[in-house]
């Protein structure tokens, strides 16, 4: 017997010990959220701790005074306190965990870097093993940098590489000398490919590159610290970015002031191309690049753009964003169309993104995580494109903001944080986000709007965007324009002006005390953002370049463009139906090729080829005689009613065609006396085409016998023209012409013709007879000759004038002096044309160090 | 055996005490949360005469006019066939207090007399007033402090009449089905209010009075039981009827 309650002693007092450790390290856990409700859980604790307390002394007593009935009773709460002490630690641990996780107030935080050697369209080198002699490696001269810098050098001396070194400062200009070939290998971040693949002509590159080599590491990163404004009282701003591949996709600036209850969400585009903090010389790149440095790279370059200071961050990937809705159970969102949205990609998704096979409705609805992330990201659907993604995203924050303060579902609230846990990260601190969380929910409860509007009617939102307009830069090593965003000097003070009334920053009151209310004329939110600002829009100059031919231009449409381009050739390949890379679906004439790409300058370019899908066309119908196929050059003309003359230059543009003439003098019988000194018959149909001939055509023309014809006349026609249709329309079947210059006869004059230089002495020809006229083009043009500045004014130069151009290159090895004109053979002045054929440019031409 | 008994009684004694702390260490967390759910900054409790929901943190003067109204309305018997001119004036009168005193107020949110406009537009009321005539009262709190600011005082009403033509409304409706607006047309019975008042203000206040308003037109319109605010103006510029 005594035995036995030794025993339960020894368990009373263990179980008793292990309820207590137990509960004060829950107390411990709990004690941490106290400013959630510090009045509430500080007088629970205190409670619990009480109870422990009487469990322990109940246990002692039980001992003590050897009360089995105590004993047992003892037992029985302690084992039922620790099992609820494990529950509640492990709730608790997985939410400290996630906790932990999203809040970075402490400053220290630790992200993966990882580093990829890259090289573009090269066969050689696929591996670093293989880095042998010379080769150019790319990096970023910053140590801000982390991959392209700090690890891209820790690899190259880890691994002892001998490469020649060129350094970049930004990760944009670096990629572009790996696509230009300047660099073999560029040290990049590993997820390069999402960073550039949204920029318009960078695809076709992207796909010719390959990862030779990664190296990851976990380093330190710094981010700006919290503040420790009271937020219940002080106005204070908080950026909100949204990211997706290390690339900030969604960035806007909110503020938040408690006195008015009024927030302000301004969106700053993705693509706006603005001067980036953590590049050297402060380089202007798009926004969105700068996370690819840091966080705090991407904070300090929006405070230069605003001009404001940023109290606080929330950093959330889109993944994340799927993950919290389906924790709130879904958000009732309106979408203004029905599309097909893109799946947010899993983790082990290597490119980070899926298929397009989320349904998004129009309408009000209930939309889950995939839907509701599909709708963030959506613009080319989106009314207003960009700028309706924006609203649809504060739309979104507004949503999820309102669920959250709406809902007393423990569960629900844990997923949440669960769900944020390894997608969000900020530097609100615990206390703060208590805070917040507390004063939201005493306005809503406290004040009459809260109370009966909800969200809505306690608190005001103003959305707004920093608009801006299209611009391009051309860039030289790629030969190609890259599209950005410039935002408007205008809007960045306007929505600074919105931001500051909000911080009270500067900001004084107006006193001007309207009050005036009616209800048949009830208020409408003004707020307005301006889209455009009537300001001086820079555009850098883009040089002539080639467009995108096969973008819908037809031959028509290149001829067209031709025409100011005069030193091109163009050549054109047909592509009929049953040809390779032949499709119904091309419009007759429609380009679906062209041999030089897009953005190269056509200052460089000499010959042009096209491609050209071709229908089949009866040139017979006279609707497809507008066609290009149905020119002269491609088919039977009408021959009858041709003179002599007519009938010559069509034999002379078309060697291949065999023509037959038959010519009938008007002393035979056959003689069409309708048809005096032209055809009169011809064997194949006009309009059929000349690749459909199986011979030669027949022509029968009517000639009248030879007379001499006087030439007086046609020394007062002034039209080289009327000139070469009297000597056709009298029936001369050899004459050749030839127009030259001539100081003294004016242009279109004649200056001979059969000899004869002048009409005195009745001059006078056969018909017959072979007669050479030379026809006046008047004096010779003079051309103003320039000092040319640069190779490229040079060959315009040449090709505006007819000129071949000659530029003789002198190599050097001072990359300052490249493309430097040395002299020219003539100098300034103006010359005649002719006397230009000897006119070229010395050059200087970097070409490095052991280049040939 | 009597050591024993009487230090046996000393566990008993602590054990209850520690008992009884804990129940009342737990009622108080039960309480405290309670008072959390229906938290305001004024501590009471929200007051209403049946119709009319009382303004948070009233001045003196707001206590007796919401008083003379809560006997008004206690008066009632047939609100839609009985003369509803004192009940007119009254909830002009407790508007008037409440919107154009800011000594009160805890910043631009914070809009005085919303319970006694037209329901269907307390929302876009309170908008209104916190784009204009609230608008920038964060920054006059914080320049010259709430308690030099000005609380109405002194309503006179000048008189009272019931309108022979009945007052109004259009309401823009959104149809979520068909996402389409339309209007939807109310006709109240209503009763034009003019009066005129005073502001109190400590003497030593550095703060402009000279263009709060002094004297209003009110169109008090009965709806579902009501008397609301449907129009409020320096003079009364609309004829009824007109849109």
Redesign the interface.
């Known amino acids: 017997m005594n035995k036995k309650i030794k025993i339960i002693d020894i368990f009373s007092i263990l179980f008793s010990l292990v309820q207590t450790v137990l509960g004060v390290y829950f107390i411990t856990l709990v004690l941490k959220y106290a400013t959630f ?1 510090k ?2 859980i500080i ?2 604790c ?2 619990l701790g ?2 422990f ?2 469990i322990d ?2 246990c ?2 039980s001992i ?2 050897q009360r089995f009935a105590a004993k047992i009773a003892t037992l029985i709460v302690s084992v039922i306190i620790i099992g609820l002490s494990i529950f509640g630690i492990n709730y608790l641990q997985r939410i400290n965990k996630s906790v932990d996780n999203i809040i970075t107030v402490n400053d220290k935080q630790f992200e993966t870097s990882t580093v990829a050697f890259v090289t573009y369209d090269n066969d050689k080198i696929n591996s670093i093993e293989d880095i042998k002699g010379n080769v150019k490696f790319g990096y970023i001269d910053n140590e801000s940098f982390i991959a392209g810098n700090v690890l891209a050098l820790e690899v190259v001396k880890d691994n002892g590489l001998n490469m020649e070194m060129f350094p970049y400062d930004s990760y944009g200009n670096l990629i572009l000398a790996l696509f230009s070939e300047e660099v073999d290998i560029a040290a990049l971040p590993d997820n390069y490919y999402q960073m550039f693949s949204v920029d318009d002509g960078y695809e076709e590159y992207l796909v010719k590159t390959k990862i030779i080599h990664t190296y990851s590491k976990q380093v330190e990163v710094t981010t700006l610290s919290g503040n420790n404004k009271d937020l219940t009282k002080d106005p204070f701003t908080v950026l909100l970015m949204g990211i997706d591949e290390q690339r900030t996709d969604s960035l806007m600036v909110a503020t938040f ?6 927030v302000t969400m301004t969106s700053i585009a993705r693509d706006s191309y603005v001067p980036i903090a953590c590049y050297s010389g402060g380089a202007r790149d798009k926004i969105n690049h700068a996370r690819t440095v840091s966080r705090q790279c991407t904070i300090d370059t929006v405070e230069d753009l605003m001009g404001i200071e940023i109290d606080f961050y929330v950093e959330v990937n889109f993944y994340g964003v799927v993950k919290m809705v389906d924790a709130m159970g879904g958000l009732d969102l309106y979408s203004p169309v029905t599309f097909i949205g893109q799946q947010a990609g899993y983790e082990n998704d290597e490119n980070g993104r899926g298929y397009f096979t989320v349904w998004v409705g ?3 609805l209930h939309r889950d995580g995939q839907q509701t992330l599909a709708l963030a990201r959506e613009r080319h659907a989106m009314p207003g494109g960009d700028f309706g993604r924006q609203e649809n995203q504060q739309k979104i924050i507004r949503a999820m903001a309102e669920k959250m303060l709406s809902t007393r579902d423990l569960n629900q609230i844990i997923s949440v944080i669960e769900a944020a846990g390894d997608n969000i990260k900020t530097n609100f601190s615990l206390d703060q986000i208590s805070q917040l969380v507390n004063f939201g929910i ?1 306005m809503l ?5 809260g109370k ?2 909800g969200v ?3 608190f ?1 939102f103003y959305s707004s965007r920093v608009t801006g307009y299209a611009s391009w830069t051309y860039n030289e090593s790629l030969s190609l324009p890259l599209w950005i965003y410039v935002p408007f000097k205008g809007s960045i003070a306007d929505n600074q002006a919105l931001i500051y009334r909000n911080l ?1 920053i500067n ?14 004329y ?2 409408y ?2 707020f307005e953002v301006k889209d455009t600002y009537n300001e001086k829009r820079e555009h850098e100059e883009i040089p002539d370049i080639i467009p995108y031919f096969t973008n819908g231009y037809s031959l028509e449409d290149v001829r067209i463009w031709l025409k100011d381009r005069s030193w091109i050739n163009l050549t054109i390949v047909e592509v009929r139906e049953g040809d390779a890379g032949f499709s119904s679906s091309y419009s007759h004439n429609q380009v679906i090729n062209q041999s030089v790409a897009y953005g190269k300058k056509t200052a460089n370019v000499k010959e042009l080829t096209i491609w050209v899908a071709k229908h089949s066309v009866d040139c017979k119908i006279e609707s497809y005689r507008a066609y290009d196929d149905c020119s002269d050059a491609y088919v039977v003309p009408n021959f009858v009613g041709m003179n002599y003359s007519e009938l010559m230059t069509w034999k002379t543009n078309h060697p291949d065609v065999l023509l037959n003439i038959t010519v009938i003098t008007d002393n035979q019988s056959s003689y069409n006396a309708n048809y005096e000194n032209k055809v009169s018959y011809q064997s194949v149909e006009a309009w059929t085409f000349l690749r459909d001939l199986s011979g030669p055509i027949n022509i029968n023309y009517n000639k009248k016998v030879s007379v001499q014809l006087g030439l007086e006349a046609l020394f007062s026609y002034t039209n080289s023209s009327d000139i070469v249709y009297w000597f056709s329309s009298n029936g001369f079947t050899n004459v050749t012409y030839e127009d030259v210059y001539s100081d003294s006869v004016p242009a279109g004059h004649l200056i001979s013709a059969g000899g004869y230089t002048s009409a005195s002495g009745s001059p006078t020809v056969s018909t017959d007879n072979a007669i050479k006229v030379i026809i006046s083009k008047g004096s010779e043009p003079v051309v103003d000759v320039p000092t040319f500045e640069r190779e490229d004014d040079y060959i315009n130069f040449c090709n505006q004038n007819g000129l071949v151009p000659n530029v003789i290159y002198a190599d050097t090895a001072d990359s300052s002096l490249n493309g430097q004109i040395i002299s020219q053979s003539l100098s300034s002045g103006s010359y005649k044309i002719s006397g230009l054929a000897g006119l070229s440019i010395n050059v200087y031409r970097y070409v490095g160090e052991g280049e040939e | 055996m009597k050591k ?1 008994k009487k230090s ?1 009684r000393v ?2 004694i ?2 209850l005490v ?2 009884n ?2 129940v009342v ?2 009622l ?2 039960i309480i ?2 309670k008072k ?6 004024d501590n009471t409790n929200v007051e209403s005469n049946g119709l009319y ?1 009382a ?2 943190n009233m001045t003196d003067y707001q206590k007796e006019l919401y008083e003379e109204l809560s006997v008004i309305v206690s008066n009632i018997k047939d609100i839609e066939n009985e003369d509803l001119s004192d009940l007119s004036a009254s909830v002009a009168k407790n508007f008037i207090a409440d ?2 005193s800011w000594g009160n107020k ?6 005085g007399g ?2 006694f ?2 329901g269907p ?13 609230y ?9 010259y402090g709430s308690e030099n600011l000005p609380l109405v005082d002194n309503i006179v009403i000048d008189s009272v009449e019931k309108q022979d033509e009945k007052y ?3 309401i ?1 409706v959104h149809d ?1 089905t068909n ?1 389409t607006d339309y209007y939807e047309d109310n006709y109240y019975d209503a009763y034009l209010v003019k009066a005129h008042w005073d502001y109190k203000i400590p003497t030593d206040s550095s703060f ?1 009075l000279s ?3 002094t004297n209003g037109n009110l169109m008090m319109v009965l709806r579902d039981g009501r008397i609301e ?6 003079k009364w510029i ?1 004829e009824l009827g007109d ?1």
């Open positions: 409700s009045a509430t007088l629970a205190c409670a009480l109870m307390l009487l002394l109940l002692f007593y003590y005074y002031n408690p006195q008015r209850m009024i129009e309408g009000y005493k409860n406290s004040t009459y709007e009966n509007d809505d009617g306690i005001k009270q900001s004084t009151p107006r006193n001007d005390y309207q009050y005036d209310y009616d209800t048949l009830p208020y939110d003004e | 024993n046996r566990f008993q602590l054990m520690l008992l702390v804990l260490c737990i108080l967390a405290n949360l959390q759910a229906n938290q305001t900054d929901v303004p948070s919107y154009f805890r910043g631009s949110y914070d809009i919303i319970d406009v037209y537009y307390h929302n876009n009321f309170a908008f209104n007033a916190r784009d204009y005539f608008n920038d009262l964060d920054l006059i709190l914080n320049q109004l409304v259009s823009l979520y996402d402009d263009k709060f308003p605010l449907g129009y409020f103006h320096e609309r849109e």
